[in-house]
């Protein structure tokens, strides 16, 4: 399983990327957001990627975070979501956003993905609404970048050495996640705790942990 790519990005699209590793240059199919954010062309790159394997096709899927990666696996475990679905949810709504859409029962928002119709985007957050709390407790731990020795990377042989290259750890992740982790702590349910601190962190763009704890209790407080 290749795991990760580091090396230097030699083309760009809206839907690939091509990265040269040592001299082998690698097709990276990656969503549109991750495509906007990747530097320019000629400068160091690392990207976390799922090999999809197939009869008569193999292809390279990238990911800036593993929580995003994480996301991109568990899509795809629904029925009807390929991998092209998965990028196209991922592409508009982000690791956070998906997160947050499905903890919320928000099917809208992930019927807003280019080719995602509403019976699909219904299906995905029924399927998956269950298991976004684990994920989001452990979005901070899934978004920070693991050195190269702890995950596989491609390394074919050449005479230059491979460029470094880092991916930057989700800060909202990781509150995201110590805020759950807090709430699951203080006796409140996973879906009840995923379900507020998802609305806080859409309400509070950017907000650390202790913020959207307090702004999550305030939504837990009875009402009346």
Known sequence: MI?????????????????????????????????????????????????????DLLQLFGFPTLLEKEWHRLLTT??????????????????????????????????????????????????????????????????????ASEEEVIEPPAARPAPKATTRPSASASATADALSALINLGYGQGEAAAAVAEAAGANDGADAPALIRASLKLLMPKG
């Open 3 to 55: 795991g990760r790519i580091a090396g230097v990005i030699l083309h760009r699209a809206m839907d690939h990327v091509l990265i040269d590793v040592r001299g082998v240059g690698y097709v990276v199919h990656v969503s549109q957001r991750t495509a906007a954010s990747l530097p320019p062309v000629g400068e160091a790159v690392a990207l976390y990627t799922e090999l999809l394997v197939r009869e």
């Open 78 to 147: 629904v029925q009807g979501v390929g991998a092209k679905a998965s990028m196209a949810i991922l592409g508009t709504l982000g690791a956070e956003g998906v997160g947050r859409a499905i903890a919320l029962g928000d099917w809208t928002s992930v019927k807003a993905a280019p080719g995602v119709g509403p019976k699909l985007a219904q299906r995905v957050v029924m399927e998956l609404k269950d298991k976004a709390p684990t994920v989001m407790a452990l979005g901070g731990a899934l978004s920070v970048d693991v050195p």
